[in-house]
């Protein structure tokens, strides 16, 4: 896999490099299970963690649908926005116009020298593979870059005449490798695009958090936050960590979370999260339903535990938080344009 190139693109129709569709048609998908090279690798429980963070991309898995399509892609429109590259390199003459037969309701498929650009930009080799890891599953899926076509459609946020590359969302069509019965809102997933499965399968696990007496909750911890009252405390072990959550309430309606997780005698990691315009922290200790779950484990060779699925965004893309004393943070790509 090739570091990528920021730049957008963009998929429609009018010649043998182009094909144009109201619906996904990708043929048969081969799935298969990543290697066993690939994904039995377990991490033991007391490994030294190794602190590279070598760069690995990680994708969410978004759908869009207007009653027309249905649609559920990998997004590449980052790649494609920076503006370096000719546009003409991403996507049709025709499709960059103020021509009113553009239908704003269509899929469009770039193919050959179309497909080639948005893979150089995005920095994916037809070679990589996806890996699609489910969480709720415990389970990897992995299938060739090129068992998927390349799709752009018009932002349905709205766009301007004469349309331009930006007016265009770009992604890895992937609607076909789940059974339609399968899909939710709120599924737990996402996808790295590399040449080597950086998962490790079965490493997904599930916070159930137990509730606890105050007493047994760490008082420095408690903070004082404006507007905010202390509630119900939890804990929840994993290996040698131990990871403390405390509710706390403002009004009627609105919540804040604090998390502290302690590796033997020293707390090495804290995220205080609260309702705010277009945010509000993820509390399943409260709302007991599987579909909004914080999740943990390593999932990563040579890297430390992460922490995931801790607030819903409107403005901006989850991220993947790594549990250790630099506190790096992963964002998945995303296209989160309103």
């Not at 290697?35 to 190794?50: G, K, M």
């Not at 059974?179 to 997933?189: A, C, F, H, P, V």
């Not at 079965?202 to 202390?230: F, H, Q, V």
């Not at 390593?298 to 549990?323: D, E, H, T």
Request: proline share 7%; hydrophobic share 35%.
């Amino acid at each position: 896999m090739r570091l990528p190139i920021y730049t957008f693109l963009l998929p429609f129709v009018i010649s043998s490099a182009c094909a144009e569709t109201s619906q996904s048609n990708n043929p048969e998908l081969s799935k298969s299970n990543p290697s066993l090279l690939d994904t039995t690798l377990t991490a033991p429980a007391n490994q030294d963690d190794i602190h590279q963070f070598e760069h690995v991309n990680l994708y969410s898995i978004s759908s869009s649908s207007n009653g027309v399509y249905y649609i559920e892609f990998i997004p590449l429109s980052e790649a494609l926005q920076s503006g370096e590259e000719p546009e003409d390199l991403a996507l049709p003459p025709y499709l960059m116009s103020d021509a009113h037969e553009i239908d704003p309701d269509t899929l469009f498929y770039l193919e050959n020298e179309y497909r080639n650009s948005v893979l150089e930009f995005a920095g994916i080799d037809e070679t990589d593979s996806v890996y699609v890891f489910d969480l709720a599953k415990n389970h990897i899926e992995s299938f060739p870059v090129s068992a998927f076509r390349i799709v752009a459609f018009i932002n349905p946020y709205g766009a301007d005449l004469p349309y331009r590359k930006t007016d265009y969302i770009f992604g890895l069509d992937v609607t076909k490798r789940s059974e339609k019965g399968d899909r939710t809102y709120n599924r737990q997933e996402f996808a790295s695009i590399e040449e080597f499965n950086p998962f490790i399968e079965g490493s997904a696990i599930r916070i159930e958090w137990n509730e606890i007496n105050e007493a047994d909750y760490p008082a420095e911890l408690t903070i004082d936050w404006p507007e905010y009252s202390p509630t119900k405390c939890y804990s929840f072990a994993f290996e040698d960590y131990m990871y403390f959550a405390r509710i706390y309430r403002k009004g009627q309606a609105e919540y804040g979370i604090k998390i502290d997780i302690r590796r033997g005698g020293q707390f090495i990691w804290s995220r205080t999260d609260y309702s705010s315009e277009g945010s509000d922290p993820i509390l399943p200790m409260l709302y007991n339903n599987d579909n909004f779950s914080h999740w943990t484990g390593r999932w990563f060779r040579n890297k430390p535990p992460v922490l995931f699925n801790v607030y819903v965004v409107s403005f901006g893309c989850p991220a993947v938080y790594y549990i250790h004393e630099q506190g790096n943070v992963q964002s998945l790509i995303c296209d989160n344009r309103h």
